[in-house]
């Protein structure tokens, strides 16, 4: 049985493209012309392929290689698209998180890492691929604000290295009942 087998084809698409989502949000904060829009993909490619061919891999890793290498890409889910940037980056974040979510719930502590790691690699150099804010490649900044505030939203909903790795804790989140009112006479009767 493979990792792969722990989750349906909807979460493991979820998973597979959390990496790109955690990317997006960050391009969608602050998008750059097309040779920053290239060189940001780039980074996005670049960082994934690193994290799944790095040595001492953990099995989710070598579970994403495997799809990555061999399998053609599965159909995205029906999803709303986004009207605007403040859309897909929120969307986009909303997927990292819930992919993150099923990443701790269903693999060990040392893929829940290795995942947040590679999210965590794939955010920053995106944002450091392209300078934003130049003028004819002049001047501008490698990473700017909105860029250092999508990745501070990214590492408090997926945990940062300054942060303890969260393990997925599901809570009841149904009301709780209210009760009567005691009686008049204090007894908790009704009667």
């Given at each position: 049985m493979s990792l792969k087998d722990n989750f349906t084809p909807d979460e493991?698409?979820?998973i597979m493209a959390g990496?790109?989502?955690?990317?997006a949000a960050v391009v969608a904060a602050s998008p750059s012309g097309l040779t920053g829009l290239l060189a940001e993909a780039q980074a996005i490619a670049a960082a994934v392929r690193e994290s799944v061919s790095r040595e001492g891999r953990t099995p989710l890793m070598e579970a994403m290689a495997a799809d990555l290498l061999g399998q053609p890409a599965a159909k995205a889910p029906e999803a709303d698209p986004a009207r605007n940037l403040d859309e897909v980056r929120a969307q986009s974040l909303e997927a990292v998180r819930q992919a993150m979510w099923l990443v701790d719930a269903k693999t060990s502590a040392q893929d829940a890492a290795a995942?947040?790691?590679?999210?965590l690699s794939v955010a920053?150099?995106?944002a450091e691929a392209a300078k934003e804010g130049g003028f004819l490649g002049f001047g501008g900044e490698r990473v700017n604000d909105r860029e250092r505030a999508v990745l501070d939203e990214l590492r408090s909903v997926i945990g940062g290295p300054e942060q303890e790795p969260r393990r997925a804790v599901v809570t009841h989140e149904t009301p709780p009942e209210t009760l009567p009112e005691p009686a008049p006479d204090g007894s908790g009767n009704s009667n």
């Open positions: 493991w698409f979820k990496p790109g989502r955690a990317g995942y947040r790691d590679m999210l920053q150099r995106t």
